[in-house]
């Protein structure tokens, strides 16, 4: 079966220092893809930045990074020069690759505050 | 606006009553899936469907719930004779359904669900 593990249940950073949160995984499947979310105070999810299991690079969206390692199966978000406005919860997801299974199995979450 | 679109924002019911939740995905999506949050807690997923049909159902309660993707029309999960424990907040997510990055899951803002 699926699982994400995040074992940080809160993080404290002070703005403009890089900020790495983990995320673990176990799966069977050599095929799957791997997501993490932002749910600010507000409640929405949104999408940060995806990783695929064959992929050769570790993906990149502006200051949001994934640092992939897949013989430790982890997947940690780093995120560079954090903002007062990255204060949220983030959620480390993951989906197996196998047809059908489109369900996205999501981590407990991490709470991250900025400080000024 | 383009994204995902849920309605209502906020429901609230006494024990026994009916909730129903709406959910209309991004443009050109046709994949649609619901999640519940609890508390200080991770997404979990209920139910992914497609038009006209139910594709994986395995993280739905066997009674009260159930949920529709007419060919027309929004997505619909519908809570019978809810209880205490149904208070949650509910995401719809849609995605395109092809496989790789194209499969990532954009969320709409929730229904939070309060059930006197």
């Known amino acids: 079966a699926q699982k994400i593990t995040q074992t940080q249940p809160g993080m404290f950073v002070q703005e403009k220092e890089a900020v790495t949160l983990d995320c673990t995984y176990d799966?069977?499947?050599?095929?799957?893809?791997l997501f993490w979310y932002k749910q600010p105070s507000s409640g929405e999810m949104i999408f940060l930045i995806y990783?695929?299991?064959?992929?050769?690079q570790n993906a990149t969206e502006g200051r949001y990074s994934l640092n992939f390692q897949k013989a430790r199966k982890s997947a940690n978000l780093v995120i560079s020069a954090s903002q007062l406005g990255d204060s949220a919860m983030y959620f480390c997801?993951?989906?197996?690759?196998?047809?059908?299974?489109?369900?996205?199995?999501f981590g407990q979450g991490t709470r991250l505050t900025i400080n000024p | 606006n383009a994204g995902v679109m849920q309605n209502p924002r906020h429901l609230v019911r006494r024990r026994g009553q009916e909730a129903r939740l709406r959910c209309s995905p991004m443009k050109g999506h046709s994949h649609v899936y619901w999640y519940r949050q609890l508390p200080e807690e991770g997404l979990k997923f209920m139910v992914y469907l497609q038009k006209e049909n139910i594709i994986d159902e395995s993280g739905m309660p066997k009674e009260r719930f159930s949920a529709e993707f007419p060919k027309e029309g929004p997505s619909i999960l519908r809570i019978q004779q809810v209880v205490r424990g149904d208070s949650a907040a509910y995401f719809c997510?849609?995605?395109?359904?092809?496989?790789?990055?194209?499969?990532?899951?954009?969320f709409g803002p929730g229904t939070r669900l309060t059930v006197l």
């Open positions: 997801a993951m989906r197996e690759g196998r047809k059908g299974a489109q369900k996205l199995v």
């Open positions: 799966t069977s499947d050599p095929s799957y893809g």
């Open positions: 990783q695929g299991s064959y992929d050769q």
């Open positions: 997510a849609s995605s395109l359904g092809q496989g790789g990055r194209a499969d990532t899951q954009y």
